[in-house]
Nanobody, 125 residues
Framework: QVQLVESGGGSVQAGDSLNLSCAASGSSFINYVMAWFRQAPGKEREFVAGISRNTLSVFYADSVKGRFTISRDNDKNTVRLQMNSLRPEDTSIYYC??????????????????WGQGTQVTVSS
């Protein structure tokens, strides 16, 4: 089982950028599809972006496409989420997640077996 720790959240103004990072330990990082999810108060946890084991495939939720970029460094066991042009509706707790089983990038939270503790992102208008 891989352990995940997110960092990089904060409070910003609309239009600003943030770069979230997720550090993995405890298991072979390259064995996992990695993803970012987010959860706003009173809402379901939703898929934001995912990246394949070999970095060649990425997938984004429509709401963040063109603004967010997911990347991973398999040598440093990290996955990042660069968030540009932030909007108030991006305000959420952002979670890093890992899936060891799928051959594709799942968008369902149930497919991910490992989760970080989350990092808060607050965007004010």
């Amino acid at each position: 089982q891989v352990q995940l720790v997110e960092s990089g959240g904060g409070s910003v103004q609309a239009g600003d950028s943030l770069n979230l990072s997720c550090a993995a330990s405890g298991s072979s990082f390259i064995n996992y599809v990695m993803a970012w999810f987010r959860q706003a108060p009173g809402k379901e946890r939703e898929f934001v972006a995912g990246i394949s084991r070999n970095t060649l495939s990425v997938f984004y939720a429509d709401s963040v496409k063109g603004r967010f970029t997911i990347s991973r460094d398999n040598d440093k066991n990290t996955v990042r989420l660069q968030m540009n042009s932030l909007r108030p509706e991006d305000t959420s707790i952002y979670y890093c997640a890992a899936d060891a089983r799928s051959a594709f990038i799942p968008t369902s939270r149930g497919m991910y077996g490992s989760w970080g503790q989350g990092t808060q992102v607050t965007v004010s208008s």
